[in-house]
């Protein structure tokens, strides 16, 4: 954009012109505030902060030069933390925690964290279930929240199921999830199985 635009001018432009998802590159100032009004909404919105833990990210958005009220911060679902590590001068870029945030209490967010890496044994474990936006899900969907869940490891395994069969490229993991989109019974047919019996199992 022109330099004479601010990102914060963007995001406020944007909500006129009713967007489904709003994705700004990296939050770092006073359009932080806007994002958070934007999700007041009903908008959702994605974006990246410099930040350690989901802890300290909250902690940034709620001071200079952000300013995000706490009941505006409590409306973001979820904070992905990534890190870099090296291993035997090899560089590794992976999920080391996901938190969700669950209510608050007097002024404090409270996080529960779902998933955080584990370093003895290079992989994501989750340590907590993800139950607040599991109810949620269930409440916008109308589904039960058994159902949710079942629907969950559907999809976790489906995506083992591609990576087995090494449809790992963004082009072939995005056709997948575009057709089971449209007609998931038709995409877990295309793979060779049975998309109710892979939920009752």
């Given amino acids: 954009s022109d330099d004479d635009i601010s990102l914060a001018d963007l995001v406020k432009n944007s909500l006129r012109m009713r967007p489904e998802r709003i994705v700004i590159g990296e939050v770092r100032g006073e359009e932080a505030r806007d994002m958070a009004t934007a999700c007041n909404i009903g908008k959702y919105c994605i974006g990246t902060i410099h930040a350690l833990t989901s802890r300290e990210a909250i902690i940034r958005l709620q001071n200079e030069p952000m300013n995000i009220p706490e009941m505006l911060v409590n409306l973001f679902d979820a904070f992905i933390v990534l890190k870099r590590y090296h291993v035997q001068e090899k560089l590794y870029r992976i999920v080391d925690e996901v938190s969700e945030t669950s209510?608050?209490?007097?002024?404090?967010?409270?996080?529960?964290?779902?998933?955080?890496?584990?370093?003895?044994?290079?992989?994501?474990?989750?340590?907590?279930?993800?139950?607040?936006?599991?109810?949620?899900?269930?409440?916008?969907?109308?589904?039960?929240?058994?159902?949710?869940?079942?629907?969950?490891?559907?999809?976790?395994?489906?995506?083992?199921?591609?990576?087995?069969?090494?449809?790992?490229?963004?082009?072939?993991?995005?056709?997948?999830?575009?057709?089971?989109?449209?007609?998931?019974?038709?995409?877990?047919?295309?793979?060779?199985?049975?998309?109710?019996?892979?939920?009752?199992?």
């Fill in 103 to 201: 209510g608050m209490e007097q002024v404090k967010i409270l996080l529960s964290h779902v998933f955080k890496y584990d370093y003895e044994t290079h992989s994501v474990r989750q340590v907590n279930p993800s139950t607040v936006y599991r109810d949620r899900l269930a409440q916008a969907s109308g589904l039960t929240p058994r159902q949710i869940m079942q629907e969950l490891a559907l999809r976790a395994f489906l995506l083992k199921e591609l990576d087995t069969r090494n449809m790992t490229t963004m082009k072939e993991v995005a056709t997948f999830c575009r057709s089971y989109n449209q007609n998931p019974d038709e995409a877990v047919a295309a793979l060779g199985f049975n998309r109710d019996e892979l939920l009752r199992s």
